[in-house]
């Protein structure tokens, strides 16, 4: 699991984001703009 940036190896943020085929994690650096969206898994929407 990415913690850091792989380009500028900063601290990652850490959000859910809403599109129209479900929800998603999204990771991004606020330094260089490195993003990652991967979607979120069924039961973890349901724990919540």
Do not use: W
Request: aromatic share 10%; net charge positive.
């Amino acid at each position: 699991m990415l913690t850091h940036c792989p380009d500028c190896k900063r601290t990652l943020h850490e959000g859910q984001h809403k599109f129209s085929d479900g929800y998603y994690t999204i990771k991004y650096c606020k330094e260089c703009g490195f993003r990652e969206e991967k979607p979120m898994p069924e039961k973890e929407l349901h724990q919540k």
